[in-house]
């Protein structure tokens, strides 16, 4: 306990990781994980962190990326009126603060998210906290949609990467049930080749909305392996 030295055998740290995000799970006495960031670096298998750890573990889960939700947000803002591909590369994508629920929302139509593989591409984010938008705090990771709008938004794909909730505890309370992706009032959506880890309240995969006219007010969800 007390240290702030991270070791790895297999991490491969080079100088280019000072700054960047560490997640480290069990190293503090709370239902998150601790989360710092590199503050030095001492050669390829060990590190030292801004923040010192208040518990000693060792074989302990550890993800190390750059806060990424800007950049995915500044994507989907240039995306064209007929849609676009938001590809994401190989590597942990941390979204926000991970100490505080910042979520990506996919408020256009025909996008597709799409990843490098499940085992290679990974979103990372909290369930904990408010998130980004005030007006819906959710504490979801992905939300695709908007709410008061049936059909708001029409032809979205997510693809290839896993999702990971780094929450323990409990989610936002205000944000109720909280989901890995959160689905609004959205028509021909397509959820394919992910993996989920760790999502709260209403799951991996939460579609919901109220009834317009009796019509449900999604249609054409598609989830497939």
Request: aromatic residues 6%; contains cysteine.
């Amino acid at each position: 306990s007390s240290s702030a030295v991270l070791t790895s055998a297999t991490a491969a740290f080079t100088a280019g990781d000072v700054g960047k995000t560490v997640i480290v799970r069990g190293a503090v006495a709370t239902t998150t994980p601790l989360v710092t960031t590199v503050s030095g670096f001492t050669n390829s298998t060990t590190v030292t962190l801004a923040t010192i750890a208040t518990v000693s573990v060792s074989s302990a889960r550890v993800d190390i990326g750059t806060l990424d939700i800007a950049a995915f947000r500044a994507a989907l803002a240039a995306c064209p009126t007929q849609g676009c591909i938001i590809e994401i590369p190989a590597g942990n994508y941390m979204a926000g603060s991970i100490t505080t629920a910042s979520q990506f929302r996919i408020n256009r139509n025909n996008v597709i998210m799409r990843g490098w593989g499940i085992n290679t591409t990974k979103y990372i984010y909290s369930s904990q906290g408010a998130d980004h938008d005030s007006t819906f705090p959710s504490g979801n990771g992905i939300s695709v949609g908007q709410a008061g709008t049936r059909f708001a938004r029409e032809h979205v794909v997510i693809s290839g990467f896993e999702m990971e909730d780094v929450n323990n505890g409990s989610p936002l309370a205000v944000g109720g049930n909280p989901s890995c992706i959160d689905i609004w009032y959205t028509s021909d959506i397509k959820i394919k080749d992910m993996k989920f880890t760790n999502c709260k309240g209403n799951g991996a995969v939460n579609a919901q909305g109220s009834v317009s006219g009796g019509v449900a007010t999604e249609k054409g969800i598609w989830i497939e392996n």
